[in-house]
C-alpha cells in the first residue's frame, strides 16, 4: 500500500523557520522524482521543488529560492522540505507528490503551514 505521510507543519511567526518531512512506503522511492506542491487558500496548486538521484538533480520554484531547501534521503525514504524566512503569503498545506509518468500519481494527505503574528 502506498503511503506518503507529511508532518512538521504548523504555526510560526513572520520570519521563522519550519522543516517538513515526507515519509514515503509502498513504492521504489529511490527510482521516483519526489515534489513538495503547496496550496494557498482560495488559490491552485504550486509546485516548489522536484528532486531525483539522492537530491543531485533539484528544481526549485523561483517564488521558494534562496528561502526553501528541498532534500530527500533516498535510505530513508524521506523527503524533507527547510523553509526559512517565512512569510504571510507562505501560508498553504503543503503537500508531497511522486511524479509516475505522465502525472504525479501518489500524493499525501498534506500538512498546514500557517504563518500568522
Known amino acids: 500500500q502506498v503511503q506518503l505521510v507529511e508532518s512538521g507543519g504548523g504555526l510560526v511567526q513572520p520570519g521563522g523557520s519550519l522543516r517538513l518531512s515526507c515519509a514515503a512506503s509502498g513504492f521504489i522511492f529511490g527510482s521516483r522524482w519526489m515534489f513538495w506542491v503547496r496550496q494557498a487558500p482560495g488559490k491552485g496548486l504550486e509546485w516548489l521543488s522536484a528532486l531525483y538521484n539522492g537530491g543531485s538533480d533539484t528544481y526549485n520554484a523561483d517564488s521558494v529560492k534562496g528561502r526553501f531547501t528541498a532534500s530527500r534521503d533516498d535510505a530513508k525514504n524521506t523527503l524533507y522540505l527547510e523553509m526559512n524566512h517565512l512569510q504571510s503569503e507562505d501560508t498553504a498545506v503543503y503537500y508531497c507528490?511522486?511524479?509516475?509518468?505522465?502525472?504525479?500519481?501518489?500524493w499525501g494527505r498534506g500538512t498546514q503551514v500557517t504563518v500568522s503574528s
Open positions: 507528490a511522486a511524479w509516475g509518468e505522465p502525472t504525479l500519481d501518489y
